[in-house]
């Protein structure tokens, strides 16, 4: 095995979001003051209570140097010990940002966060997305929903009830927020009708013969499932025909 970050293996295939990895912020980092030159620290993560992986630190001038164990691709445990750089901008208010250069070869970003694998690389390296870019619809509408329950102090969940107006917060915005929340909420539970129907319609498509009759009749369905739950179609907006008076 070569060093740090050598071959491409770690770089391709990636298909995790940033959520899944172990993390190390430079930011917290420096708030613990960490990177102080002749630092040594250490930084543990736990699952369920238990300790499931800890690195070693020794800070340096302009840079840090990482001490861990890994698995290998044959299940053994390796050492690795390499330095990542750390370079510092002004702010605008006075006082300076530390920043990573990720250690991985060939990219040298500047970055806040490195993301833990056999090496610490950035999130551009592993080809991580965000949890949120892999959203759908409905995701997105229930996580905003839980978010204005957040600042209305309601318990999180769109199945539980809806809570009262807390007693900071004026009634005008109380009931704009509570509307929004409601219409985030149909709005999730008319996507998830949705995703719903694409399947079970998918799953008949692949079980029905190859009579073209039976496949244009679950078109037809698949069609009317759409308009129904007010969805999208080759990017076109689908709602249901009202009657003109």
Not at 15 to 39: N, Q, W
Not at 42 to 61: C, D, F, H, N, Y
């Amino acid at each position: 095995m070569g060093g740090p970050g050598s071959g491409n293996h770690w770089r391709y295939g990636a298909k995790f979001t940033a959520d899944d990895y172990r993390i190390l912020d430079v930011r917290s980092l420096a708030r613990e003051g960490v990177l102080h030159p002749g630092c040594r620290s250490g930084l543990q993560w736990a699952r369920g209570g238990e300790t499931v992986a800890s690195i070693q630190m020794r800070a340096e001038p302009d840079q840090v140097i990482l001490i861990y164990k890994h698995r290998g691709g044959d299940g053994e445990w390796k050492g690795e010990q390499y330095p990542v750089r750390i370079v510092r901008t002004p702010c605008n208010l006075g006082g300076s940002r530390a920043w990573f250069i990720c250690p991985a070869v060939g990219c040298g970003r500047r970055v806040a966060i490195l993301y833990g694998g056999s090496i610490f690389a950035c999130r551009h390296c592993y080809r991580l997305a965000y949890a949120s870019a892999r959203e759908d619809a409905a995701d997105r509408a229930i996580r905003r929903a839980d978010r204005l329950r957040a600042h209305l102090g309601w318990e999180p969940g769109i199945l539980n009830e809806a809570g009262g107006k807390p007693k900071w917060m004026r009634w005008r915005t109380f009931e704009r927020l509570a509307t929004q929340e409601d219409d985030l909420v149909a709005y999730s539970m008319r996507a998830t009708m949705l995703k719903l129907e694409r399947l079970l319609i998918n799953r008949q498509l692949c079980a029905a013969n190859d009579s073209g009759r039976e496949r244009d009749k679950l078109c037809g369905l698949r069609w009317v499932a759409l308009v129904q739950a007010g969805g999208t179609f080759g990017g076109t907006s689908l709602q249901k025909p009202t009657a003109s008076l």
